[in-house]
């Protein structure tokens, strides 16, 4: 019943004073609010029953040196037909305040931070006024987004440390744990507050690989960045690619041929599949049963080789470009694939048998790290751990991309939000990858798989994408900029929302169920850090 | 629901399974296509520093900045496939543990304390192995503004394995020839 168009009508009507302007972009509706009042717009769209709008991203984008401004975008979708709903605002001149929407909507509040770190804007009002990603070492002063910073400013060091939240009293122990860890993992730091074993209070301080992608892509051309597309995370290089990639795509109205469409969506498959079998193993691994850790690094291993075989990439690098794929597969080499997954699936299931008549592997999954339904829609919670705690949102199925309107997946979902539930929507997921890959194998059209692009899009011209990764949503906004350049690229992993949950699934627990809990997230730090 | 399991089997019942799976799977270590020579050939002096450690080898990763497929193929490694630690290398939980510290990743300016701190709490005899082009010349991140450069600028290096990423064979091959020379492995 509430699709985007009803929901501007009732906009309007609510709220007709506030709104300047209302126009689509690329067929998403985009209202243009007076500052002062888009809290109170936001925190309607958010709470109206018929909307329940979930914050799906916040950006800025600074518009010098052509105009004096700075543009705030929030992102929400719609809770039933999973539509699109954009709010624009505008700080003019000088002006860095803006209200912040955090005390009323969550989801918001590591965006917030984000964008007074890069751009120095100011969200009055926010509860957390700390540094997020900027480390306290950084000068003052120092917002890297801003185009009047230069993209290889050597940064001084200051003196300056992070004021963690600090709960105190008797029996109460601080547990510090990072930036370096045991395993062979990323960079963050975790900060423990426990009575006992049970945690108290989790903080989770990240950004420690920030390499300055966002920054770096402002230094390319529009269709020369998607090497740097494949590295922002290294292990879901398809996903980010080919979010890049649309986006590009849209700005230039380019056609990807229906070949090359099938091929996006048979390579995000294998992705997901040599991701999400890691991850099991993975899961089993950090509950100490290692007899499925070795099976699925075995299995994750021949995916890989055969990525390799197939693409000439492990991580299938190299596959998206602008326009469609650079790799054209044979039909020898299709049937090869799909042999190959013929006999992972029933290994795979085999293995699925013996894990879950295991009563101890399962006594540690069930009711470990709660995420519930509630804590997961205030946090904007998706992907994988999202639709283990019952958030219903698949963007291959509410926004199809690639192949997906021919070739719908059945989306899994889940309400536990225990680490067994995250663990069952990837092993689901990893049966539906593999019927979709035969199913592509069979119904793959003949003709080209690359058109070239030809246009230089306008100035100021922006378009977003929206991919479902293997760990979940990954939005990218592309803005051009003069001469086929990049003005503003917005990157967003799934991870920079998600993190911020775990705080939560974790409290109540131990914390040698931390390392099981985090894996079951499974969130990228790099994709987060950027 | 696929998958689901509502079978109760016996601890017996389940254990036969898994050596029914394990006799099919049979021996996976191995199958995997031989690299070539490394494109950076170790050089004497590592070789000879290596001597000390005999024949294997504990390493303990830091990653400074990378895009995580580094630390994926570095995980590779450990798999049945691979088996380094077949030929005696282990991965260590502690810098204070390790022989070697395997650098992925440029230096991000966050991460440049972390890395001399990780170097100076490694014990000495110690080598340090520059993994993937980033940790090498900051690949693509090159000149950014939270780079501080490669791994060479902070800590001194001894053996560069180049590739974006490098393949767990490629990485492999490296390893072994850091080993002591009378056991080299099949690879």
Request: charged share 25%; net charge neutral.
């Amino acid at each position: 019943m509430a699709d985007a168009q009803t929901a501007m009508t009732q906009l309007k009507e609510a709220y007709g004073a506030s709104i300047a302007e209302m126009t689509p972009i690329n067929g998403t509706p985009r209202l243009r609010v007076i500052k002062d009042d888009l809290p109170q717009v936001a925190h309607y769209i958010h709470t109206h029953p018929h909307l329940r709008g979930a914050m799906s991203l916040l950006w800025a984008v600074d518009h010098r040196p052509r105009e004096a401004r700075y543009e705030l975008c929030y992102l929400f979708t719609l809770s039933e037909q999973k539509d699109w709903l954009l709010l624009c605002t505008d700080l003019q001149g000088d002006d860095r305040l803006f209200r912040s929407i955090t005390p009323h909507i969550h989801a918001a509040k590591w965006y917030e931070r984000e964008i007074r770190d890069m751009f120095g804007l100011i969200p009055v009002g926010h509860p957390d006024m700390r540094r997020l990603v900027r480390h306290e070492h950084w000068p003052k002063g120092s917002h890297p987004l801003k185009k009047d910073f230069r993209w290889d400013t050597v940064l001084e060091r200051v003196k300056g440390q992070h004021a963690f939240r600090r709960i105190e009293g008797e029996g109460v122990f601080e547990v510090p744990v990072g930036p370096i860890h045991a395993g062979i993992i990323e960079p963050g730091h975790f900060r423990f507050s426990v009575a006992g074993e049970p945690i108290m209070q989790l903080e989770i301080h990240h950004f420690w690989k920030h390499r300055g992608v966002e920054k770096l892509f402002e230094q390319q051309e529009l269709t020369a960045a998607v090497s740097l597309a494949e590295r922002v995370s290294g292990d879901t290089t398809v996903g980010h690619s080919l979010a890049y990639c649309q986006a590009v795509e849209s700005l230039l109205h380019l056609e990807v041929p229906r070949r090359g469409r099938y091929l996006r969506s048979l390579f995000l498959e294998l992705e997901r599949l040599h991701n999400h079998i890691g991850d099991v193993g993975a899961i089993c691994n950090d509950t100490a049963y290692a007899l499925p850790h070795a099976h699925c690094g075995r299995m994750k291993e021949q995916i890989m080789q055969l990525n390799d075989r197939v693409t000439g990439s492990r991580f299938l690098r190299g596959v998206n470009r602008v326009g469609g794929v650079g790799i054209d597969l044979t039909r020898e080499q299709l049937t090869q694939i799909v042999a190959e997954l013929d006999g992972i699936e029933p290994d795979f299931t085999e293995l699925e048998r013996i894990l879950f008549a295991n009563a101890s592997l399962t006594d540690r999954l069930e009711t470990t790290g709660v995420l519930t339904e509630q804590t997961a829609w205030d946090h904007a919670v998706m992907g994988v751990v999202g639709r283990a705690s019952g958030v219903d949102q698949d963007i291959r199925r509410d926004h199809p991309f690639a192949a997906y309107v021919e070739l719908p997946p059945k989306a899994v979902l889940y309400r536990y939000g225990d680490v067994r539930a995250r663990m069952r929507v990837r092993l689901d997921e990893i049966h539906e990858s593999i019927r979709l890959i035969r199913e592509i194998q069979q119904r793959i059209p003949q003709g080209s798989v690359l058109t070239m692009p030809t246009e230089v899009p306008a100035q100021e011209t922006w378009a977003l994408s929206a991919v479902e990764g293997w760990r979940g949503e990954i939005l990218y906004v592309v803005m051009a900029g003069e001469q086929g350049k990049i003005h503003r690229c917005k990157v967003r992993d799934p991870s920079f929302v998600n993190w911020p949950a775990i705080q939560w699934a974790v409290l109540g627990n131990i914390i040698p169920d931390f390392p099981l809990i985090n894996k079951s997230f499974s969130l990228s730090y790099a994709g987060n850090d950027l | 629901m696929r998958g689901m399991i509502s079978e109760r089997l016996t601890r017996k019942e389940n254990m036969f399974r898994i050596i029914k799976k394990s006799l099919k799977t049979g021996v996976v270590t191995g199958k995997y296509p031989r690299a070539e020579t490394p494109v950076v050939p170790v050089v004497q002096a590592t070789k000879d520093k290596t001597k000390l450690f005999r024949r294997s080898l504990t390493i303990r990763e830091v990653d400074t900045g990378s895009c995580n497929a580094c630390e994926m193929e570095m995980n590779a490694l450990m798999n049945p496939v691979y088996d380094a630690e077949r030929f005696g290398i282990h991965i260590a939980a502690s810098p204070r543990h390790a022989d070697a510290l395997v650098v992925t990743g440029p230096v991000t300016v966050n991460m440049e304390r972390a890395l001399k701190d990780v170097y100076m709490q490694t014990p000495d005899p110690k080598i340090v192995i520059a993994l993937g082009d980033c940790a090498i010349n900051c690949g693509m991140f090159k000149g950014s503004y939270a780079v501080t450069g490669p791994v060479e600028r902070h800590i001194p290096v001894d053996v560069h394995i180049p590739g974006c990423p490098p393949r767990p064979t490629e990485i492999l091959k490296v390893l072994s020839e850091l080993r002591d020379e009378r056991r080299r492995s099949d690879d």
